[in-house]
């Protein structure tokens, strides 16, 4: 049995790296106040503000309108954690930062470019992106996307900006793959969406570097609705990233956005979102890519902040040979819960998808991953592969499983695994008894866990991740 | 041989302890030196493991009396690992599944933290790993498993070991190392422990039965009772032990 040294060696790097890794702050706020707010509560008339403000045309007012009485009509949904602590009346729907989008960073507000700067953005964007957007509370404030794209016909801006410029493009996608009749926070996000990106890939055009758009709420009792569109056209190649992060308040703020991905024929496509929201932040998004023949679609995502976070990337396999992975990295420290996982349905024959989750739990927070796997009739010879590794750091804590399948299809192949380790007070002991430092066990630990994602995750996130775990372990293993 | 030879001196002086208010350990005084072999015994429930595990500095029992000194360094307020560096340590009677960690990177990043500053080329530490568990007959496959992750109770024996071994301490606690190990095994293991025996390095059996102690001679055996320690003495103090049981000492 050969040992791969050079994994080792990166390994042993990494847990040094990782233990110089200060904290990082992400839980300030700065002192902007919104130019413009449509103060607390949802009515029709604030709806029609949010419209008037963004002098929309007429067809987006009116689909803004009926996702509110879509929105009135559902009730809160009660199978999953308890969403009663948010306060829908107290909730700012629309919070307007500053008076102009820019491609300069230089034209952004001093203090809205300082915490941009801070959480390393433009850094970012000048190493590793071919196009960046930035959100702060409701409005993209800064977008662009490197010339060579955009004259190979790449869009990339804020969608706000796309319905302006480009709205029959945002027409033929906007509510196609998640209906604003798919569940409250949809209809929500459908009456205040604001911000969020709209990403256009031409045919065959393949970008190999990310884009990404950095989402920041800076407002206290805020909601943040951002709607993204990225589209892969036919035999294209993407990879969209999201980041995200809040202050930390006593008030809860809400966020609920919509992505639609659509991979065409050929194309694939890699979506990766790290949230780091505030232990404030209920975040209810809805994601779902349409995955056309032979096309792919890649989920890669982080939850590592939020008081509650719902979440389920789905795939929808429309064509022959379609194929989706889906790998969710859940973190639920003290007090939060995190109910995420996949939806895989299979619509055509020889179509596979494969979901990987992995949840760490600390203390008290809750973990559970609740999948869907879809075979219909007709799916020939499709295969699917479900995989849940639960990581509790607790001496008492627990994690579940829902996964949910409906296979109608008898050709069709599909297994789950699922696996759970436990990381308390006799094995941090254990590891420290050897000299390892609470920081290298915490480290190898989380490392250890990741080992087999590891290549797939942005580095960032693996050491965010650490850090949250070290900061909560802290309190665990403490020797008196 | 070069230089000379630095003596490791364990000194624990009326050491009392406590799990949960309950007071385990009330009074308890030893004195391990470098090159001596000790033998701990005693009756179940006399607080022989407790004695392993408040070593160590689990944090779970709490000292409320007496010292423990490693070479004059007292180490009741250090933490495990700290106690780990300054060259303790202590095989586990039931040591726990670490999922995730592999026992290659373990065991290595260990290492370097108790000989900060040796910097042995990765192949080299591996070979010399891997020859170690051939030794007490661990598959090398073992090498990128998780901590204990689906061991039996005598490869999880042997993995003890096999970490005493290559990370070199200074004074070796062994709780109950013998049980869940088959005659062959436990001859293995012993073989193990004598040669890794030097004059620098000082061992504490703890232990139930004199079973061990037919393959490691120990020079010096003492007998704990109550939480105290009952009776000091020599090899015939075990073989009496052997033969006649406990209760001579109680007085019964």
Not at chain 2, 68 to 87: D, F, H, S
Request: net charge negative; hydrophobic share 35%; with cysteine.
């Amino acid at each position: 049995m050969e040992i791969d040294f050079k994994r080792d060696e990166e390994m042993e790097k990494l847990v040094q790296d990782l233990k110089s890794v200060k904290r990082s702050e992400f839980e300030f706020h700065d002192a902007n106040k919104p130019v413009y707010s449509t103060g607390k509560g949802l009515t029709r008339e604030t709806v029609e503000e949010i419209s008037e403000i963004k002098k929309e045309p007429d067809w987006m007012r009116r689909l803004r309108l009926k996702a509110l009485e879509i929105f009135m009509s559902k009730p809160v949904p009660t199978w999953g954690p308890d969403l009663s602590g948010i306060d829908w009346e107290n909730t700012s729907y629309y919070n307007r930062p500053g008076e102009s989008k820019t491609n300069n960073w230089e034209e952004v507000p001093d203090e809205i470019k300082e915490t941009f700067q801070k959480l390393g953005v433009p850094e970012m964007e000048q190493k590793f992106l071919a196009g960046s957007v930035a959100q702060y509370d409701s409005e993209g404030v800064y977008h662009n996307l490197k010339k060579v794209w955009e004259d190979k016909g790449v869009v990339f801006m804020d969608l706000d900006s796309a319905v302006q410029k480009y709205p029959d493009l945002v027409k033929d996608y906007y509510c196609r793959a998640v209906p604003v009749t798919d569940n409250k926070f949809a209809a929500l996000n459908g009456a205040v969406w604001s911000g969020g990106s709209f990403l256009y890939v031409p045919k065959g055009v393949q970008i190999d570097m990310p884009l990404q758009t950095y989402f920041r709420m800076n407002g206290e009792a805020t909601g943040q609705f951002e709607h993204t569109i990225v589209v892969a056209d036919e035999g294209s190649k993407v990879h969209y990233i999201e980041g995200c992060t809040a202050p930390r308040y006593d008030k809860n703020s809400l966020h609920s956005a919509i992505v639609e991905i659509y991979v065409k024929r050929n194309a694939k496509a890699r979506y990766t979102s790290v949230q780091n929201w505030s232990k404030s932040v209920y975040n209810m998004p809805t994601k779902r890519a349409w995955v056309d023949e032979n096309a792919q679609m890649e989920w890669v995502g982080g939850s590592l902040g939020s008081k509650i976070t719902m979440l389920y990337p789905s795939s929808y396999l429309r064509g022959p040979y379609a194929s989706a992975s889906n790998l969710n990295i859940a973190l639920a420290g003290a007090g939060t819960f995190k109910d995420t996982g996949a939806k895989a349905l299979h619509l055509a024959p020889h179509t596979t998808s494969r979901i990987v989750a992995k949840s760490i739990s600390i203390e008290d927070g809750k973990a559970i991953y609740r999948g869907l796997l879809r075979m219909n009739k007709g799916a020939v010879h499709s295969k699917s592969k479900v995989q849940c590794d639960a990581l509790l750091i607790n001496d008492e804590s627990s994690s579940f499983t829902y996964p949910h399948d409906e296979i109608y299809e008898p050709t069709a192949t599909f297994s789950h695994e699922a696996s759970v380790g436990r990381i308390g007070t006799e094995e941090l002991t254990y590891l420290r008894s050897r000299g390892l430092s609470e920081d290298e066990a915490s480290s190898m630990i989380v490392l250890g866990f990741l080992d087999d994602v590891m290549k797939e995750i942005p580095m960032e996130f693996a050491v965010e991740m650490n850090r949250l775990i070290k900061l909560e372990m802290g309190k665990l293993g403490a020797v008196g | 041989m070069k230089g000379t030879v630095k003596m490791s001196e364990l000194v624990i002086k009326n050491l009392a302890a406590s799990i949960d208010d309950r007071e385990i350990l009330k009074d308890v005084s030893l004195t391990v030196k470098g090159g001596e072999i000790h033998a701990l015994m005693g009756p179940n429930g006399a607080g022989k493991s407790t004695l392993g595990y408040v070593l160590m500095g689990h944090p779970n029992y709490k000292v409320t009396g007496g010292s423990i000194k490693l070479n004059g360094v007292e180490l009741i307020n250090k933490t495990p690992e700290e106690r780990a560096r300054a060259g303790l340590f202590l095989a586990f009677q039931n040591p726990v599944t670490v999922q995730g960690v592999k026992l290659s990177t373990f065991i290595r990043t260990a290492y370097n933290q108790m000989h900060p500053g040796e910097k042995i080329p990765i192949q080299q530490f591996y070979d010399s790993m891997k020859q170690h568990m051939k030794k007490v007959g661990l598959d090398e496959s073992f090498i990128s498993r998780s901590i204990n992750d689906g061991f039996s109770g005598g490869e999880r024996k042997r993995f003890e070991i096999l970490q005493m071994v290559m990370l070199k301490p200074k004074i070796v606690v062994l709780d109950e190392i013998d049980s869940g190990l088959d005659v062959d095994a436990l001859k293995m293991v012993a073989e193990e422990i004598r040669e890794f025996h030097n004059e620098e390095t000082g061992f504490l059996i703890i232990t139930h039965y004199q079973r061990i102690l037919k393959d490691i001679e120990p020079e010096f055996v003492h007998v704990l009772m109550d939480g105290k320690m009952a009776r000091d003495g020599n090899r015939d103090l075990s073989l009496r032990i052997e033969e006649e049981g406990y209760d001579w000492i109680r007085g019964v």
